[in-house]
């Protein structure tokens, strides 16, 4: 039986893919039959207690958001670790944390600042990535053991940071499938796009290479076609708010406002209203460690457009249309496919999203990352 200390090391944000992991994997490992008990250490913003019924091994402690050159954590919770005596610490996000001479795991979710994609950034959040890049790699470097959501994460600390195969485990995450009876739109979505529109997710930022969608449209706007609408879902940080407010001056200066919809942050029953009445998805990330709405949409059974770029084919699988990145004429053609295509074609995309979407578990993820700290216990232990 071990005692497993969960620390979120945050500056107090937290993504919607990142709420929920923790969500899917926090019960699964307080009743997995290897593990005692449970100490999860989040910003006290989040206020962690509060997503989950009870659970009587797990335990949440707070503290305060980190800031730049963070020094570690204070005496308070210092003495609650030593308390608790965990035997191991998994850390899910690339910060380095040493504790005593207990084995620490980090989980490398956050590539943008790793991969370099830094384009159409302002100063300011250049220097975030850059400093978030500097605490990744010394997480990479002090951690006993590292854990890769993708075999693409893998390769890349494997070819770009030198770090032993033997120190890196793939798991993959688990699927996020819906359960929500009664669901509804969006309230500032036009009721007449229901069934008519593109649609994708996720945070606004350059990484996310929606440029890709809106020159498509650009494109068929000049052609002629304008009954193409699009969807997103997601919301710009402060640091990317002006990045967004660019993209949109853009798109009222093309004339495609009327055809665009931003959503903003949307609930778990919106969103599942829009992969159930999209016209398909579009996934255009420039770099992604494993994209958790890839199996929203999955297991919605949308069909699927994505870039060629790193990660993504190795999660769609052969259940998307895929397109060069940054090519229009590209993308304009996997569009046109989805918008023609006969039913019986889009009923052989939807099954094949509905059988990739099932190869992923949470059961799954669980037991291996428990294995991963038994490994690394047991080697501590001899």
Known sequence: MMKIAIFNIT?????GGY????CNMIPGLAAHSAVESILCISPVSWNVASWFDSMPNVEFASFKPIRFL????NSALREKLKTFSP????VPTEHPFCFEDIPVINMIQNMEPLGGVNQALSFLERLKNWVRAYYAKKAINKATQLIAPS?????????????????VKVIYYGGNYFTADKLSGPSNLPQDWNGK????AGSIRPARGLEDIFNAMHYMSERGQNDICLVIAGEASSGTIVYQNRLKRWIAQQGLSNRICWVGGVTEKEMEWCYRHCAFFIMSSR?????MVILEALSNDCVCIAANNR?????????????SPRNVESLVEKIQFAVCCDVENKMKMKRAAKKRAAEFSWDVCVEKTVAEFEKVIKDRRR
């Open 11 to 15: 500056a107090g944000g937290i993504s």
């Open 19 to 22: 709420r929920k992991y923790l």
């Open 70 to 73: 963070w020094r570690g954590i």
């Open 87 to 90: 035997d191991v610490i998994f």
């Open 151 to 167: 075999e693409f994460v893998k390769d890349f600390l494997m070819n770009q940071r030198r770090v032993p195969e033997s120190k």
């Open 197 to 200: 529109f593109i649609f994708t």
């Open 287 to 291: 770099i992604e460690s494993f994209g």
């Open 311 to 323: 990660c993504l084919p190795e999660i769609f699988g052969e259940a998307a249309l895929y397109y």
